[in-house]
Antibody, heavy 120, light 108 residues
Framework: QITLKESGPTLVKPTETLTLTCIFSGFSLSTSGVGVGWIRQPPGKALEWLALIYWDDDKRYSPSLKSRLTITMDTSKIQVVLTMTNLDPVDTATYYC????????????WGPGTLVTVSS | DIQMTQSPSSLSASVGDRVTIPCRASQSIGIYLNWYQQKPGKAPKLLIHGAFSLQSGVPSRFSGSGSGTDFTLTISSLQPEDFATYYCQQSYSTRALAFGGGTKVEIK
């Protein structure tokens, strides 16, 4: 059974750095053809893809947010961390961790999401 | 970067209706198009990948079609549990895996 779960702060101040962790089970990033991605959704708005990391440590970032994002995986390959710098209230959103199937680059498993509010 | 457009942003339908939800890409993406369903307060769920491949466990009343720039998600007979928001996502370019703005299917 594949599961993913996001964890991190629920409230962040403007200009601070956000660190979110995704812990997953049922698969490993040591398996080829697999990736882990982050997607966010501001309240009442559409989904926005943020970043991806592949089993071979290749990384992709949203062009509009690339300068603020860093995605890494730990050596155990069952945990991925997303860092976003210089937070702003517009970054208030539910952040989802997802598994990417690289066959057609689709997100086949999702975590429940974690709501992050940016406010002073 | 490839932009995905979903219009209308909402539509009203009745149980039993055949519903079609369009999605358009700003450039040709072959069949690299995926569909997701999202219910309020829940994470999205994958329905269709590769434009027409039904994800395991998804009811057969859902189907996908199209290629190039124009795609459609069809629900052959709308069920009460299908009232939700539907998103398309292009997977042709991994430099920017863009989602469409979503189409909300509401009860008429």
């Amino acid at each position: 059974q594949i599961t993913l779960k996001e964890s991190g702060p629920t409230l962040v101040k403007p200009t601070e750095t956000l660190t979110l962790t995704c812990i997953f089970s049922g698969f490993s990033l040591s398996t080829s053809g697999v990736g882990v991605g982050w997607i966010r959704q501001p309240p009442g708005k559409a989904l926005e893809w943020l970043a991806l990391i592949y089993w071979d440590d290749d990384k992709r970032y949203s062009p509009s947010l690339k300068s603020r994002l860093t995605i890494t995986m730990d050596t155990s390959k069952i945990q991925v961390v997303l860092t976003m710098t210089n937070l702003d209230p517009v970054d208030t959103a539910t952040y989802y961790c997802t598994r990417l199937n690289t066959h057609n680059n689709y997100f086949d498993y999702w975590g429940p999401g974690t709501l992050v509010t940016v406010s002073s | 970067d490839i932009q995905m457009t979903q219009s209308p942003s909402s539509l009203s339908a009745s149980v039993g209706d055949r519903v079609t939800i369009p999605c358009r890409a700003s450039q040709s993406i072959g069949i690299y198009l995926n569909w997701y369903q999202q219910k309020p307060g829940k994470a999205p769920k994958l329905l269709i990948h590769g434009a027409f491949s039904l994800q395991s466990g998804v009811p057969s009343r859902f189907s996908g079609s199209g290629s190039g720039t124009d795609f459609t998600l069809t629900i052959s007979s709308l069920q009460p549990e299908d009232f939700a928001t539907y998103y398309c996502q292009q997977s042709y370019s991994t430099r920017a895996l863009a989602f469409g703005g979503g189409t909300k299917v509401e009860i008429k």
